[in-house]
C-alpha cells in the first residue's frame, strides 16, 4: 500500500478536518452576513413608474404622511394613494408634466399605476400599521428618513428580529401619537428622555405588544 | 350600508386580462399542457442520458457556484407591484372587510345574512342579527352558499341548442317567447318554477298572469308542505299556516317531524326549542320532547321519549293520541290496528301529561305526513288550548299556481308548444311517474333558467345562466313573511340574470333592470321619502313590520271531513311489506347542493356518512337480512375479515323495489330505525353535474311518485352479498364504552326534585382522584363558594396557573385577556353548522372521499356522535350487549374542536416549537415552523389535529397522487372564495382550530386604536364571536374571557354542570362542557332512572349496579325487547336505585 500512498497521505485526515472547519466557518459566517434581511433587502430602490419625491412632497412641502396614506390609521395596509389623490393637486399643479403622464392616464381610465412594492412582510405574517399609528410607533421606526428620500429605499431589514427588537423593549421606541408622522422628531432629551418617557407610556397605557406567535401569524 | 355603486366599465387592461377558466376541462386543452401529459416525465427529466458523470458534477459544481454568486450579489425576490386604485372607491380600505346585509332565499323563505366582502368579493356569510327570531344564526347550507359562487363548474355561458348565446342573443330569446305568446293570449306557454317568497317576483307572475291569462304558471319543489296547509285551510276555512312557540312550549310532542332542520322556519324553531332547555340554575324548568318517528333525526336524538314507528303508521298514532287526548271516539276508527309495546300505557302518560299542560303544550307533525295527520294534530292543538300561545296561525297569500302534474298533463295533451323552467332541476327530482325527462322531449321549446347544467339543461333547447344570489338585486320573504332584500356583493361574475330580470323581459315590462323592480316593490309597499325607505330597507337588512299578520282562527270540524274521505288505509308491515321513507339528505338537500364540496364532506349529523348517501335499514332488518355485522363489537360498520379494507365501512348493496321500480344503493345499518322502514335520503346519484356531484351517491326519485312523496309502502329489500360498497363513514365507532365522555343525567329524580346539577363531577375519574389544582381548588372546595366567588377564583386561576398535582412548573400567563369556551350540551342540537361555518371562516380544505376512506379529514371541529342502549358488560366488552346493534338507543352529540389546553400535550413532544403557547392561553400553530412530525397529532387526547397530507389547495383531488406530474395550483375561481386573514396552508403541516384567532387579533387591534393614548386595551365582552359561536343557530357556544368574571364565558364556567373533557388527565382545557340533561316523564313504560349512557357507565365501573336483589333485575343486560318498537321493561330494574351509591 505504501506505494499507492505517499507518507504525506498521513496528513490528510487532519488536512480535511480543518479544512472543513474553515469551510463550514467560512458558509456559516457567509450566510449570517449575506443571506438575511439586513444585507439583502436594506437599500432596495427600485425605479418606480413615476419619479416621485418623498422628500419634496413630505420633506419640503409638508404634506402629512396621512394625505396619501389614508389607511395607515385605519386598517392594516397603509394604503398606497389612488391616481385620484395624486389628481387632486395635480389637475392645477403641473397640469401638464411629461412626468405625470402615468398617473393622468390611470387616472382617466382607471387601470392602477403598477407601483413597485419595496417594503415587504412574508404572506404569513398579518402586520397591521393601525395599532402601529395609534400606540405611538411612528413610521420612521420602519421605513427610515422617508422624508429625506428622493428614491424611497428600504432602510431596515424588516425581519421578525427588527420587529422583536421593538416588540421586546417599546420602551426604547414609542412616543406621543401626535408625533409619529415627524420623522425627524427626536425626544430632546435624548436616549435616556425616550426611555424615561418610553416607560411611563409602557405603564400608563398597558402596552403588551405580543411576543407569542399569534401576533403575528394566523 | 350599501348605496348602488354606479360600476365603471371595465376597460381595455381587464378585458385582456387574466381570465377565470370556465373549467378546468378548458385549461387542459391548451396544447402546451396537453403535450405535458404525453410526456412520460417533466421536460429535461429524460437528458441526463446524453450527459456522463464527470460532466454532471462539472455542471452541478458550476451552478452551486453561481448560487453564491447570485446570493452575495444581492439576490432578491421577483418583483412585486402595489396596484392601488385609479379612482377612490368610497368606504373601502384594502385589508378591512365591509359587511351588507341580504338575504339568502330558500324555498319558502329566506335567511337574512350580513356578507362579509373584502374589496368587493364575498367570502363569508354572517347571520344578520338585525332579524331577532334567527338572531344572526345561520345553518350549514348558508354557511356553504358562497363556495357555489366560486363553484368553477357553474353554469359560466348560456346557450341556445349547445351553441354559446350573446347576452343580446338572450334577450332576443326572452323577448320573442313574450311577443309569440302575446299574440294567443298567452296558450301554448308555460312555466314552471321553484317556489319563491320573492314580492318583486310575485308581482312580476301577476303581471305574467294578466298578459297571458291562457299561460300555465306551475310551481314545485321537490319538498312538501302541502299537506299541513291544505289541513289547515280546511280546518280554518283560511289560508293560514302555522307558526310554533316552542319557547313558550312546556310539552312538545313531534310526530315524525324534524322541526330542527326539514321546515322553512327551522332556524327559529331550533332557537325557540333550546330556549326551554338552557339550564342555568336549579329552579330553571325543562321542557319535555315527545318524538315519534321512523327515521332518526336529530329531533329523536333531543327526545326524552322517544317511539320507532313506521311513517305509515302515524295517522293510526296521532288518532289514538288523539282518542286519549279528547277523551272521545271521534278518531278512534283511524287508530285501528296500531301497535307498539305498552300502547295503552304510552299514550295514557303521554295524554295525561299534556292535559296537565293545557296551553304549554304543543304538537307538531312532519310536512311529509298526509293531510289527516295534520288535521288531527290540529283538532288536539285545538282542544288542548294552544292556538294562540304555543301555536300561532298566520295569514299567507294562496297560492294559484298550478302543480307539476297539471303540467304534465298539459304536455301530455300537446298544448305546451314554450315551456320556461325557472330553476329547480324537475328532470331529476319530479315525481317518476310523470316521467318529466321524457315529457320535456316532446314540448317543441324548452327554455331552461339555472345556475348549473344539470338532466334538465340537458334535456331543454336552451339553457340561460342564472346569477348567484350574491351577484343579485331581488328580495324575498322570511318565513314569518318580513321582507328582506337580496343584495349584490359583487358584479356577476359571468353574466347571469336574476330570475326577476328573466320574468320581465318575457313580460315585455318596460322596465327589466332588476334593481328597479325591486326598488320600486318595496318603495310601493311603504309611504315616505322613498329613497330614504329604501336605504333603510337595505341598511338593516329587512323591513320591519312586515311579518306576516296572526289570523284568529275558528276550528271548524266539519270543513275537516273530505279530508278523512280519503284517510288511507292502515297497512301492516313485516320483512316482506315494507315501507320506504324518502327523507332530503342532510348535506346535499334535493340535490340543489350536489356540486358543494363543503356540504358534500360534511358528515352526515346522525349516519356521519360523508359523500354518499345509503339505504338506512334497522338492526332488526339487518338481523333478518343476514348484513348485520357477526364479528364487530361495539362497530356498527360492518368489519369482515374477508372485507376488510382501509379500516372502513363496507356496505353491501341492497335493491329497493316498489311497484316493480327497482334502485339500488348501499346498506347502512341505522340504530333507532323503525323496524321495517328504509329510509331513502334523496339528492344524491345525479347523472349531470360538476366534478363534485357528479356520479356520486345512488338516486332514489325514481321509486318516489306523486301519490308517495313521503313514504311508500310495499317495498321489498334484496340484498346483492357479492357487492360491496365502501362508505366514507368519520365515525364508525358507536359507543362511548361506558366512560364519561358526553356527562348525561335525567333533570328530575323520580321524586320529582331537582337534580344536582353538580352531577357531572360526581363521576368520571376525577370525582375520586386527587383534585388537579391542588386540594384548595378540588371541586369540592369550588361546589362551597358563590358562583360570584368561583367566577373570581376560577379567573385567578387562569392567570396564575396552579402548579397542582402537575410534574412541571407552570408559567403564570400575562396576557391581558384568557380565552375560553364553554359548550352546552344540553343545547347543541348537532346540526352541523359549526363545521361548516369553520371551514368558510379558516380556509380549509376539501380532501374528497378517498381521502376521507382513509380518515383524513380536515375538519377543526367535529360533531361526535354516541348511541348508548344500557347495555354493557362490567367484565371487559365482550358481553353479549356489545355484540348487538342497539335498535332502540339514545343518542348523545359532543363538538370537539381544539381545546386550547393549558398544559398542552402536543406543545411538549414538537421538536420544533410549531406548537407553543401564547399569552393569552392560546395554544397557537406556527406554520411555518411545522415540519410535519405529527408527533403533536399523536399525544393529542382529543384527536384533533389535523395533517395535510397533500397539497390540498394546489392540486386537484383526483390528481393527489400524480405528484409533480399533476397540475399544480389553484383555480383563479377558487382562490377568490378564501378568508384572507386566514393562511393558507401548504402539505406537510398540521393544523386545528385556532379559536379564530385572526378574529381575536382583529378586535384587539381595533380595541387597541380606539385606546390610543390610553390604557383601555381589554376588549368588551361579547365583541368576538369565533365563526362556530357566530353560527350557531341554539347558542350553545360561548367565548369570551376567562380572567373577566363577569364575561359571558365565566359565568357559563361557573354553572354546576360545567366539566372537562377529560378532565384528569390535568392537561386543563380552556374548553369546557356543560352536562346534557335529559327530562323523562316516570309514568311512561320506557322511562328510565338514568340516561342510558349513565347507566352504561355505571355498569361498567360498579359491578353491583342493577344486580342487587332489592332492585329487580327481572331481565338481564342485552336481553332486546324481541317484537316491540319501544324500550321495554328491561330498564326498570334501574328504578329507585341510589344513582351515585357505588361511587361516593
Not at chain 2, 338552557?278 to 318524538?291: F, G, S, V
Not at chain 2, 288518532?319 to 287508530?335: I, Q, Y
Request: aromatic share 8%; charged share 20%; hydrophobic share 35%.
Amino acid at each position: 500500500m505504501s506505494k499507492l500512498f505517499p507518507k504525506s497521505a498521513n496528513r490528510l485526515p487532519l488536512q480535511i478536518i480543518i479544512l472543513v472547519i474553515v469551510l463550514g466557518s467560512i458558509v456559516t459566517a457567509g450566510t449570517t452576513y449575506y443571506a438575511t434581511n439586513s444585507y439583502i433587502n436594506v437599500g432596495y430602490a427600485p425605479v418606480q413608474p413615476v419619479p416621485f419625491s418623498h422628500a419634496l412632497h413630505n420633506g419640503q412641502l409638508g404634506i402629512d404622511c396621512r394625505y396619501c396614506h389614508v389607511g395607515v390609521d385605519k386598517g392594516p395596509t397603509s394604503t398606497v394613494p389612488t391616481s385620484q389623490t395624486c389628481m387632486n393637486c395635480h389637475n392645477q399643479v403641473k397640469p401638464d408634466s411629461p412626468l405625470l403622464e402615468v398617473v393622468r392616464n390611470s387616472y382617466a381610465s382607471g387601470d392602477p399605476v403598477p407601483w413597485v412594492k419595496i417594503h415587504q412582510a412574508p404572506d404569513y405574517v398579518y402586520f397591521n400599521h393601525s395599532v402601529h399609528i395609534a400606540r405611538g410607533v411612528s413610521c420612521v421606526m420602519c421605513h427610515g428618513q422617508i422624508n429625506e428620500m428622493d428614491v424611497v429605499h428600504q432602510a431596515k431589514p424588516l425581519s421578525m428580529g427588527f420587529c422583536l427588537e421593538c416588540h421586546r423593549a417599546p420602551e426604547k421606541f414609542v412616543r406621543d401619537p401626535k408625533l409619529v408622522t415627524q420623522l425627524d422628531w427626536k425626544h430632546p432629551g435624548g436616549d435616556a428622555g425616550q426611555l424615561e418617557d418610553g416607560k411611563k407610556f409602557v405603564h400608563d397605557w398597558n402596552i403588551k405588544p405580543p411576543q407569542s406567535c399569534s401576533g403575528c401569524h394566523r | 350600508m350599501k348605496r348602488k355603486f354606479e360600476h365603471p366599465a371595465p376597460s381595455e387592461r381587464e378585458l385582456t386580462g387574466p381570465k377565470y377558466w370556465r373549467s378546468l376541462d378548458e385549461l387542459a386543452e391548451t396544447p402546451g399542457f396537453k403535450a405535458e401529459v404525453e410526456r412520460e416525465f417533466p421536460a429535461d427529466a429524460s437528458n441526463l442520458n446524453g450527459v456522463d458523470r464527470r460532466q454532471f458534477f462539472k455542471l452541478m459544481a458550476a451552478s452551486f457556484a453561481l448560487g453564491g454568486v447570485g446570493l452575495a450579489a444581492g439576490c432578491r425576490r421577483p418583483e412585486k407591484h402595489i396596484l392601488p386604485y385609479g379612482k377612490s372607491v368610497e368606504d373601502i380600505i384594502p385589508g378591512l372587510p365591509l359587511y351588507f346585509a341580504s338575504a339568502m332565499p330558500t324555498r319558502k323563505g329566506a335567511i337574512p345574512i350580513l356578507a362579509e366582502t373584502h374589496q368587493g368579493r364575498p367570502t363569508k356569510i354572517e347571520g344578520n342579527p338585525t332579524y331577532s327570531p334567527y338572531g344572526g344564526a345561520t345553518n350549514a347550507f348558508v354557511q356553504a352558499s358562497v363556495l357555489d359562487l366560486y363553484d368553477p363548474d357553474r353554469a359560466t355561458v348560456s346557450t341556445v341548442k349547445g351553441a354559446a348565446a350573446t347576452g343580446a342573443a338572450v334577450q332576443d330569446l326572452l323577448a320573442k317567447i313574450g311577443s309569440d305568446a302575446s299574440l294567443g293570449s298567452g296558450a301554448g306557454l308555460a312555466f314552471l318554477a321553484g317556489q319563491s317568497s320573492s314580492p318583486t317576483r310575485a308581482a312580476l307572475v301577476a303581471g305574467l298572469r294578466k298578459k297571458f291569462p291562457k299561460a300555465i304558471w306551475a310551481e314545485y319543489e321537490a319538498s312538501l308542505d302541502e299537506a299541513s296547509a291544505s289541513a289547515a285551510q280546511a280546518a280554518f276555512g283560511q289560508s293560514v299556516k302555522p307558526i310554533y312557540q316552542f319557547a313558550k312550549a312546556k310539552r312538545i310532542v313531534s310526530i315524525d317531524s324534524d322541526f330542527f332542520q326539514a321546515e322553512s322556519h327551522s332556524l327559529y324553531y331550533s332557537r325557540e326549542f333550546t330556549k326551554g332547555r338552557k339550564i342555568l340554575k336549579k329552579e330553571d324548568a325543562m321542557n319535555r320532547l315527545y318524538a315519534i318517528e321512523s327515521g332518526f333525526s336529530l329531533v329523536g336524538s333531543m327526545a326524552d321519549h322517544r317511539l320507532r314507528l313506521a311513517s305509515s303508521h302515524m295517522l293510526a298514532f296521532a288518532a289514538a293520541l288523539a282518542s286519549k287526548v279528547s277523551g272521545d271516539d271521534t278518531f278512534s276508527p283511524l287508530s285501528k290496528g296500531l301497535e307498539f309495546k305498552d300502547q295503552d300505557k304510552w299514550l295514557d302518560a303521554c295524554a295525561a301529561d299534556l292535559l296537565a299542560h293545557k296551553g304549554e303544550c304543543v304538537i307538531v307533525a312532519g310536512s311529509h305526513l298526509p293531510a289527516q295527520v295534520h288535521a288531527i294534530v290540529y283538532a288536539m292543538n285545538v282542544i288542548l288550548g294552544n292556538v294562540g300561545k304555543t301555536l300561532d296561525f298566520v295569514e299567507v297569500p294562496a297560492s294559484n299556481a298550478a302543480t307539476i302534474s297539471t303540467l304534465a298533463s298539459a304536455i301530455k295533451e300537446g298544448s305546451v308548444k314554450t315551456l320556461v323552467i325557472l330553476g329547480g332541476n324537475p328532470a331529476y327530482d319530479a315525481p317518476a311517474d310523470l316521467d318529466f325527462a321524457t315529457l320535456l322531449k316532446s314540448v317543441p321549446e324548452v327554455v331552461r333558467y339555472g345556475y348549473y347544467v344539470d338532466e334538465t339543461s340537458a334535456v331543454s333547447g336552451a339553457h340561460i345562466q342564472a346569477a348567484h344570489y350574491l351577484e343579485s338585486w331581488g328580495d324575498a320573504r322570511t318565513a314569518d313573511g318580513t321582507i328582506v332584500p337580496v343584495q349584490p356583493m359583487i358584479m356577476p361574475l359571468f353574466n347571469g340574470l336574476t330570475e326577476i330580470e328573466v320574468l320581465a323581459r318575457i313580460a315585455g315590462e318596460s322596465i327589466t333592470d332588476p334593481y328597479t323592480l325591486v326598488y320600486n316593490t318595496i318603495t310601493g309597499l311603504v309611504g315616505g321619502n322613498a329613497d330614504h325607505v329604501f336605504r333603510q330597507f337595505l341598511h338593516d337588512g329587512l323591513l320591519h313590520g312586515t311579518a306576516y299578520t296572526k289570523a284568529s282562527v275558528r276550528f271548524n270540524a266539519v270543513g275537516l271531513s273530505p279530508i278523512f274521505a280519503l284517510a288511507p288505509q292502515f297497512v301492516a308491515l313485516s320483512e316482506e311489506n315494507l315501507e320506504v321513507r324518502f327523507t332530503f339528505d342532510a348535506k346535499v338537500d334535493d340535490g340543489r347542493f350536489a356540486n358543494n364540496g363543503w356540504l358534500q364532506e360534511c358528515p352526515d349529523p346522525i349516519t356521519k356518512i360523508s359523500w354518499d348517501n345509503a339505504i338506512l335499514v334497522s338492526p332488526k332488518l339487518a338481523k333478518h337480512l343476514g348484513i348485520d355485522p357477526a364479528g364487530s363489537l361495539l362497530q356498527v360498520a360492518r368489519k369482515e375479515n374477508a372485507t376488510y379494507k382501509q379500516g372502513k365501512e363496507q356496505a353491501f348493496i341492497g335493491e329497493v323495489t316498489v311497484n316493480g321500480v327497482t334502485v339500488r344503493g348501499p346498506l347502512h345499518i341505522q340504530p333507532g330505525l323503525s323496524n321495517y322502514t328504509l329510509v331513502l335520503p334523496l339528492g344524491y346519484g345525479r347523472t349531470v353535474s360538476g366534478r363534485v356531484g357528479k356520479g356520486v351517491g345512488h338516486n332514489f326519485y325514481p321509486l318516489r311518485t306523486t301519490s308517495t312523496l313521503g313514504y311508500a309502502t310495499g317495498a321489498k329489500l334484496v340484498v346483492k352479498q357479492d357487492e360491496l360498497h365502501a362508505l366514507a363513514n368519520t365515525q364508525e365507532h358507536w359507543s362511548m364504552e361506558g366512560r364519561e365522555i358526553v356527562r348525561e343525567a335525567n333533570r328530575y329524580n323520580e321524586d320529582g326534585s331537582s337534580v344536582d346539577l353538580g352531577f357531572v363531577n360526581t363521576f368520571g375519574i376525577e370525582s375520586h382522584a386527587p383534585s388537579n389544582l391542588g386540594e384548595e381548588d378540588s371541586i369540592a372546595e369550588m361546589a362551597k363558594l358563590s358562583p360570584q366567588e368561583r367566577a373570581e377564583r376560577k379567573a385567578l386561576l387562569a392567570v396564575e396557573t396552579p402548579r397542582g398535582q402537575s410534574l412541571y412548573e407552570h408559567p403564570n400567563l400575562t396576557g391581558v385577556h384568557q380565552w375560553g369556551m364553554s359548550i352546552d350540551l344540553n343545547t347543541c342540537i348537532g346540526c352541523n353548522a359549526c363545521v361548516v361555518a369553520c371551514q368558510a371562516e379558516n380556509n380549509i380544505p376539501i380532501v374528497g372521499k378517498e381521502q376521507v376512506l382513509r380518515g383524513r379529514e380536515m375538519h377543526w371541529i367535529r360533531l361526535d356522535r354516541y348511541y348508548s342502549d344500557g347495555n354493557i358488560e362490567a367484565a371487559a366488552f365482550g358481553g353479549p350487549g356489545n355484540k348487538e346493534i342497539p335498535e332502540d338507543p339514545q343518542v348523545s352529540i359532543q363538538p370537539v374542536g381544539c381545546q386550547h389546553c393549558e398544559a398542552a400535550p402536543c406543545e411538549i413532544v414538537c421538536p420544533v416549537n410549531a406548537t407553543v403557547h401564547d399569552d393569552e392561553g392560546l395554544n397557537v400553530m406556527a406554520y411555518n415552523r411545522c415540519i410535519g412530525t405529527r408527533y403533536c397529532a399523536n399525544n393529542c387526547p382529543y384527536k384533533v389535529r389535523r395533517f395535510n397530507f397533500f397539497d390540498w389547495n394546489k392540486r386537484s383531488l383526483d390528481e393527489l397522487y400524480m405528484g409533480p406530474l399533476g397540475k399544480s395550483g389553484m383555480p383563479e375561481l377558487v382562490k377568490m372564495v378564501k378568508n384572507p386573514d386566514v393562511t393558507v396552508r401548504m402539505r406537510g403541516v398540521m393544523e386545528k382550530c385556532t379559536y379564530c384567532v385572526q378574529r381575536i387579533q382583529q378586535a384587539k387591534i381595533k380595541q387597541k386604536v380606539k385606546a390610543g393614548a390610553s390604557d383601555h386595551v381589554e376588549i368588551p365582552d361579547g365583541t368576538i364571536k369565533t365563526a362556530c359561536q357566530q353560527v350557531c343557530p341554539v347558542d350553545a357556544v360561548v367565548f369570551g374571557n376567562i380572567k373577566d368574571p363577569e364575561s359571558a364565558v365565566s359565568k357559563a364556567k361557573v354553572l354546576d354542570q360545567n366539566y372537562a373533557l377529560l378532565g384528569y388527565l390535568n392537561i386543563r382545557p380552556r374548553t369546557s362542557y356543560l352536562g346534557k340533561l335529559r327530562n323523562p316523564n316516570p309514568a311512561m313504560p320506557d322511562y328510565a332512572a338514568l340516561p342510558l349512557s349513565r347507566t352504561e357507565y355505571e355498569k361498567k365501573n360498579n359491578p353491583h349496579f342493577g344486580h342487587e336483589p332489592a332492585h329487580g333485575g327481572e331481565s338481564g343486560p342485552g336481553e332486546h325487547a324481541p317484537e316491540g318498537e319501544v324500550k321495554g321493561e328491561h330498564h326498570s330494574f334501574l328504578k329507585g336505585n341510589n344513582l351515585f351509591g357505588g361511587l361516593s
